[in-house]
């Protein structure tokens, strides 16, 4: 229980904090583009009602997923084939370095020509940006695995999709949510890019549309929402890497106990 709790003052503390600060900061403000705390969150529950968290919230959150999903996807395939050959690394090497250097927000008017304006443009756009750290992340991983450990799998005959999937990708599955938590940070911000184009529902695009009308309140409370939903998505996260990578977790606590 002590653990537990400890663990939730070491998680709350920081934002307690901010919002602490915060309030403190912009308390008496009379700045229009900087309301103080309390008018912000007093305009929040007015904003954000049930139907716009329907009509804005809901397919800003499917449009990531979808995104999200493609890239772990791709990124993952794509990657363990680089990462198990040599040739093949050294050949796709220096085009994946250029493409990696092209930031994504960039892309939006390129894919624009290709996808249109619909949600297959922002889901491409958030695909393209997400796909980078898990790709990379999955050949480094692959690359490291324990060439004792291959050894054995294939003095025992494991061989196929069962080495893929027992050796390879298990052994690799710690870089692999590296990746995958670097890319979901990613995935949030190109979200937001993506609806400020052409879009007509979405967290970017009702931000936007407050900042438009000069309804700074407003704006400010939609910027509160996406700082929740990052930090929500970042704890579903950590819940499940928690339990995929369980046996992972309780090697590294095992050699900390050892003397």
Known sequence: MRRVLLRVF???????LLVGVWWLASDGSTNVFWPPLRTTLK??????????????????????TAGYACAAVVGVAIGTVIGSYR??????????????????????????????????????????GCVWPILLNTVEGVRAVDPVMAETARSYGIS???????????????????GLRQALSIGIILM????????????????????????????WTGILVLGLLGFLLSVVFQVVERRVLGWYHGLRASARRSP
């Open 10 to 16: 070491f998680v709350l503390a920081l934002p307690v």
């Open 192 to 219: 937001v890019i993506s609806e400020m184009f052409a879009a007509s529902n979405g967290i970017g695009f009702t931000v936007v549309q407050f900042q438009r009308s000069f309804a700074i309140p407003d704006m």
């Open 43 to 64: 305009t929040f529950p007015d904003v954000w009602t049930a139907d716009r968290l329907r009509d804005d919230v809901l397919p800003s959150l499917l449009r990531l």
């Open 160 to 178: 196929g999709v069962a080495r893929l999937k027992d050796v390879v990708l298990r052994s690799a599955s710690p870089q692999i949510f590296a």
């Open 87 to 128: 040739r093949v690394r050294a050949f796709c090497e220096p085009v994946l370095e250029f493409l990696r250097a092209v930031p994504p927000p960039v892309l939006v008017p390129v894919i624009m020509l290709f996808a249109g304006i619909g949600d297959t443009m922002k889901i491409a756009v958030i695909a393209s």
